[in-house]
Nanobody, 125 residues
Framework: QVQLVESGGGLVQAGGSLRLSCAAS????????MGWFRQALGKEREFVAV????????NYADSVKGRFTISRDNTKNTVYLQMNSLRPEDTAVYYC??????????????????WGQGTQVTVSS
């Protein structure tokens, strides 16, 4: 079992920055990959970024590449999403999730067994 709690969301102007955090508990954090997903109002949830268990591999959605950075601190059982140059289209509820599969670091939502409750990010124009 893995419990995940996101924080750091809020309201920011376009061009601004936010850092989301996701604190994990339960299973040993360094043994599984972590991903961030988001869901805008009226749209399907989509992949944002993923980081492998060791932090050595990352992958990003094209829409956020170059603006967002995913990282993790396995000593603090926490994964982060640094979001820079935010745009109104980044407005969404952001979720962290745990990928416990052997391959790890998937971009597919169905590979993630555990999810946080989500944190709202609103970018005003």
């Amino acid at each position: 079992q893995v419990q995940l709690v996101e924080s750091g969301g809020g309201l920011v102007q376009a061009g601004g920055s936010l850092r989301l955090s996701c604190a994990a508990s339960g299973r040993t954090f360094s043994t599984y990959a972590m991903g961030w997903f988001r869901q805008a109002l009226g749209k399907e949830r989509e992949f944002v970024a993923v980081i492998s268990s060791s932090g050595g591999r990352t992958n990003y959605a094209d829409s956020v590449k170059g603006r967002f950075t995913i990282s993790r601190d396995n000593t603090k059982n926490t994964v982060y999403l640094q979001m820079n140059s935010l745009r109104p289209e980044d407005t969404a509820v952001y979720y962290c999730a745990a990928d416990l599969t052997l391959a790890g670091a998937s971009t597919e939502q169905n590979k993630y067994a555990y999810w946080g409750q989500g944190t709202q990010v609103t970018v005003s124009s």
